[in-house]
Each structure stands twice: as structure tokens, then as C-alpha cells.
């Protein structure tokens, strides 16, 4: 699946949970369900894989979404890629970089010492 894709997957998300939705359900795609259990942790209930189908529960903190914005870096006509000392750098506490050890969050990329493409980061 292309990055459009991932990009369109994400601001459903964020306009699900603007819409007070429980769940929402995406197409099987191996990247979008990496980016996903990434974010589990802090953004959702539970991921669950049916089929060919990803259903993701949305989490809500005092009836209020827990992700407000997601900001993307990288896009499909730009692609922005920062090596470690960039990363270090960088003000996005909550953003995800996809790596050659994998997509991870700021703080495993500098655990790791490994740069790559920064995806995008939420706000909360």
C-alpha cells in the first residue's frame, strides 16, 4: 500500500475520534499495522486483525480525543530524512521515525543511535 494510504488512515482516525466513534476499521496493511501498535500504548483501547481488516477501539480521556492533530513531515512529494544528531535535535516529543531496525518513536531511535524518515508526530 502506498504512503497516501497511511496518510489517509491516520486523519480518519483523528476524525473518528472527533466524531465520538468507538472504532474504526482499515484494510490490511503490514506498515499501517506497525505504525498502529506503536501508538497503541498510548493512543488506543486495542488493535485487533479480523481477516484482511485491522479494527482499531479508540481511546478517549474525560469524553475528550486523546489525539487532538497529526502533523505529517514526510510526504509523498517530500520525503524528510534526519540522521541521529537531527533527531536529537528535534522538538517532536510524540513522533514517529521509519528506520532500517523498524518504525520507531523518538526515544528508541536515540536508544538505538539509528536515524531515518520521520514520519509525522501528534499532538495531544
Do not use: A, D
Amino acid at each position: 500500500m502506498s504512503y497516501i494510504y497511511i496518510i489517509n488512515s491516520l486523519n480518519n482516525i483523528v476524525n473518528y475520534q472527533k466524531k465520538k466513534k468507538k472504532k474504526i476499521v482499515f484494510f490490511f496493511s503490514n506498515f499501517l499495522y506497525l505504525i498502529l501498535k506503536k501508538l497503541e500504548k498510548e493512543y488506543f483501547k486495542k488493535i485487533l486483525i479480523l481477516k484482511k481488516n485491522i479494527i482499531v477501539y479508540l481511546k478517549y480521556i474525560f469524553n475528550k480525543p486523546v489525539i487532538k492533530n497529526i502533523n505529517f513531515i514526510s510526504k509523498p512529494s517530500r520525503r524528510v530524512y534526519f540522521n541521529i544528531k537531527k533527531i536529537k535535535k528535534i522538538n517532536f516529543y510524540n513522533c514517529l521515525i521509519s528506520t532500517n531496525k523498524g518504525v520507531l518513536n523518538k526515544k528508541e531511535s536515540i536508544k538505538k543511535k539509528v536515524g531515518g524518515e520521520i514520519l509525522f508526530s501528534i499532538n495531544v
